[in-house]
Structures are given as C-alpha cells and as structure tokens.
C-alpha cells in the first residue's frame, strides 16, 4: 500500500512542530495521471469539493433552461457559501421563484460565516435560517430537478431520483462505480470514489469546453459559472474566492470539509484532487495554493496566495511565532 505523502509543515521558531500527510493528483482530460503525491488509489469522500458534479443532472435534464437559472444560480448550485447577504438574498429569490420557502431546504440551519450577518441576526434577536446553510445552493439546484422531474421532497434520500442522478453523473466523469457514500453535513448522500477518480472527473471538467455533447456542455457551464462568479462560491477571505480572482488564467476552486480541495483548469486541460490524512483545512489551502503555483496558475508572491500558501502564525500578543509552508516536493 502506497504511504500519504508530505503535504504542508508547521513552523514555530527554528523547529517543525507539526507535519501534515495526504494525497493529490492531477489528471489530464483523458483521465492519465500527470503527477501523483501519496496513493492515487485511496478511497475518500470528496465532501463538498463534488458540488460540480451533483449539479450536472439539474442542467443535463433540462431543469435549469426550463426555469431559466443563470450563472450566478449555477455558481451558488456549486458553492459552499459564506451566509453571507449575496448569497443568503440570491437563494431566497431562487426559493421564491419555485413556489417554496425556507422549510423545503432540508440542509439543516446554520448560523451565518458571514460577520456582519451573524451579528445583525444577533442583534435582532433572529434564529439562523435553513438558507444560511453553506450548501442551500446546492439544495436549491436539488429542489429544481426534483420539481422538474414531478418527484417528492425528500430529495435527500439515496433512492431519490435526484440522488439517482447525481450517482449516475458521479460515476460517469469519475469513471468509476462508486463503493457507496456517507451522509454529509448537509444530510444529502456524498459518493465515495478514489483520488485518481475525482482527479480524472476535474480533468473531464477542465475539458468539457472542448467537447460539443450534452453532459460536456453543461460541465463546461458550470465550470464557467464559478470562475465568474468567485464571490458566490465561497466569499470574502475564503481561499476558492481569494485564488480564482488572483489566478493568471480562469480556474475553478472547491473545498470541501476535511481537508478536500479540488482545482479546474481549462487551459491547461488539467485537473486536481487533493486530501489531507488529518483533515485539516490549513494544509489543504498550503498544499492546493503550493500546487497551482508548481504549475505556474498562480504567483507566489501575490499577498493572496501567500496567504495560503505560508500563512504566518501569530500568538495573542500579535508576535509572529512561526509559520505553514508547503512540503518541498509540491513546489519543485
């Protein structure tokens, strides 16, 4: 069995305090790997990094021309939201417009990420909303199929035909069976696949534009949508948003929880996939910004990708203690 590699370091001082393993892989469209650190065959749960892919049914079944959704719908289709007020007015607008409310999202409530929000709700005396939900885009999108295909409101069970759906797309761009998912923080199921599967599925969608077919197409408008829409994919302060708007070229960034990051890159025709052992967030942003820069997407020196790529660690007192910087081999 192939060991995790080197992803990120954490500095204090002269010393390596902490170091953090994991896996990444970049595909090229045809599915080959082009470089791989850790073992490619390693089963995960890509968690909110397969956003893309769930929403490719709501645009391949013709739900999303019927109901005339944007891009910034696809976006937030994509997203993992900060709660914030663009993105928390946009999906109540989206709500509206099908017919629902807050109750039919069945993604759970969450408070705002969002610190002018959450302490205008607190102020108010208001309780955090389904909508505020990281993932109510996504749940929007699922509640359009569903409307659309004339199937019940409990899109979120497994033998749901949304869920049918967003299995089939999953397996078709990872070209891989599934060996079964979990339940994610947002109650729907998430498809497990290994790394070299949700690599080689970015890489389908980093040339989906190049292709004229139905699925490809929709891959390339939601691919679109993000890198144009970075602010309705995350928000302020939050690496995908940070990363698309300081990238050289158009890419397309999603995190997804413990430790996943996934990166599209048209022009290159590449795709990446890339998971911490330990989960953490910190190494993933390090390991993801060390990897885009390695591949000349991103420049080091821009304050926003240093950033992430060797964030300074500071104590209460505002003294800078140490540092996170990339494992060496992700950069040379």
């Given at each position: 069995?192939i060991q995790a ?12 305090e902490?170091?953090h ?24 749960l ?6 893309m892919?769930?929403?490719l ?8 021309d ?18 914030a007020?663009l ?20 993604c ?18 208001q ?26 409101p ?14 089939d797309?999953?397996?078709t761009v990872?070209?891989l ?7 994610d ?8 696949t290994?790394m070299?599967g949700?690599?080689r599925a ?6 989906a534009?190049?292709?004229?077919d ?11 949508a ?14 995908c948003?940070r990363?698309m ?6 890419i ?8 996943y ?5 048209p022009n290159?025709g590449?795709?990446v ?12 942003e390090c390991?993801?910004?060390a990897?885009l820069v ?23 007192d505002?003294?800078e ?5 990339p ?6």
């Amino acid at each position: 069995m192939i060991q995790a590699a080197s992803l990120a370091e954490v500095w204090r001082g002269p010393f390596q305090e902490s170091h953090h393993v994991g896996h990444a892989v970049v595909c090229d469209g045809s599915g080959q790997i082009v470089s791989a650190w850790g073992d490619p065959e390693a089963v995960v749960l890509p968690r909110s990094s397969s956003k893309m892919i769930q929403a490719l049914p709501l645009i391949t079944s013709g739900a999303a021309d019927a109901r005339g959704l944007t891009a910034e719908h696809l976006a937030l289709a994509c997203a993992s939201h900060q709660g914030a007020s663009l993105h928390v007015d946009r999906v109540n607008r989206w709500l509206t417009d099908l017919g629902l409310d807050d109750d039919a999202l069945l993604c759970g409530p969450q408070v705002s990420r969002d610190d002018a929000l959450r302490l205008d709700m607190i102020r108010a005396y208001q309780e955090p909303c389904r909508v505020h939900n990281n993932c109510s885009g996504k749940h929007a999108g699922f509640l359009t199929l569903a409307q659309y295909l004339g199937a019940g409101p409990d899109y979120v069970d497994p033998d749901h035909a949304v869920q049918n759906a967003c299995l089939d797309a999953f397996e078709t761009v990872t070209a891989l069976d599934s060996p079964g998912f979990g339940i994610d923080g947002c109650s729907a199921p998430n498809f497990a696949t290994t790394m070299h599967g949700m690599a080689r599925a970015m890489g389908w969608f980093a040339t989906a534009h190049q292709r004229s077919d139905t699925f490809s197409t929709a891959g390339a408008r939601l691919v679109a949508a993000m890198y144009r829409h970075p602010d309705l994919v995350a928000g302020d302060g939050r690496a995908c948003t940070r990363l698309m708007r300081t990238a050289q070229e158009p890419i397309a960034l999603k995190t997804g929880a413990e430790g996943y990051f996934v990166a599209i890159l048209p022009n290159r025709g590449l795709g990446v996939a890339l998971k911490t052992a330990d989960g953490a967030t910190r190494a993933a942003e390090c390991a993801i910004a060390a990897i885009l820069v390695r591949l000349d997407v991103l420049d080091a020196a821009h304050p926003d990708v240093a950033a992430f790529l060797n964030p300074r660690i500071y104590n209460h007192d505002g003294l800078e203690t140490g540092q996170i910087k990339p494992a060496p081999g992700l950069l040379a």
